[in-house]
């Protein structure tokens, strides 16, 4: 998403890229997509011609369609270790287990009328796929699984926002505030106890095999789509 002109030329209209996939894990899905979004808005910028964003469009839509066909079945996990090493978090002042109970505070269930939850998780700016993978898999282990999760991460910056639910207009605001309005989940002076500890060191030690806790060891996939 980025600032562009209408047909009539005026500036700061939003100019907005999507890619649905379906049956990919997050992983592989982020892997191929990203990339390609990244090259349609690059080459859509470099222009001032609607036919031709929209022939560059729909080359990059046939791009990826052959190229989910070629992926097929292939699967790739999140390296947690790479993740929680970039972003200093494994240890420091036990952010993980701060986040851990804010999102288990927020008690989440997926039933009509209930108000969307936000959190703000930290990133590293240079892994998106790493960090929109890791808080995924992260959430999938907490909340219910029929409940929709919107995770967004703003390009070069080091936080991911996910809101929980079906989001209102108000809950789209953090998308366009930074840390200094919004502060991260892991920023909460939550009371660290032992047993939080504990919970917080079992839960990354499923994340990074890709089980759930307290569960039959299915993999992700087979979770979201049971």
């Keep these: 998403m980025w600032a562009s002109q209408d047909g009539k ?3 700061l209209y939003p100019m907005i890229v999507c890619a649905h996939a379906i049956g990919l ?8 997509v990203l990339p390609c979004l990244e090259h349609i808005r690059d080459t859509a910028i470099a222009t001032k011609s609607a036919d031709d964003v929209v022939s560059i469009v729909k080359h ?3 791009a990826l369609r052959g190229w989910i066909e070629e992926v097929g079945e292939a699967q790739s996990a999140t390296d947690v ?25 927020s008690d989440y269930r997926a039933r009509a009328a209930e108000p969307a939850k936000h959190f703000r998780f930290p990133a590293s700016a240079g ?25 967004s991460m703003p390009e070069g910056q080091y936080w991911v926002d996910s809101i929980v639910g079906e989001p209102a207009s108000a809950d789209l605001f953090c998308l366009r505030c930074s840390p200094r309005v919004v502060p991260l ?20 030690n499923h994340l990074k095999v890709g089980t759930v806790p307290g569960g039959d060891r299915k ?6 789509f049971r």
């Design 9 to 11: 030329g005026r500036s």
């Design 25 to 32: 894990s997050v992983e592989i899905a982020l892997q191929g």
């Design 60 to 62: 990059f839509r046939d």
């Design 81 to 105: 270790a790479e993740f929680l090493s970039q972003i200093q978090f494994a240890t420091t002042e036990d952010g993980l287990s701060k986040v851990l109970a804010e999102v288990r505070a």
């Design 127 to 151: 892994s998106p796929e790493l960090s929109l993978g890791f808080w995924e898999h992260f959430l999938a282990a907490q909340i219910d699984p029929a409940a929709p999760v919107f995770h």
């Design 185 to 204: 989940s892991n920023d909460s002076a939550v009371e660290i106890t032992p047993a939080l500890r504990a919970e917080t060191e079992s839960l990354l």
């Design 219 to 224: 993999s992700w996939i087979s979770r979201l």
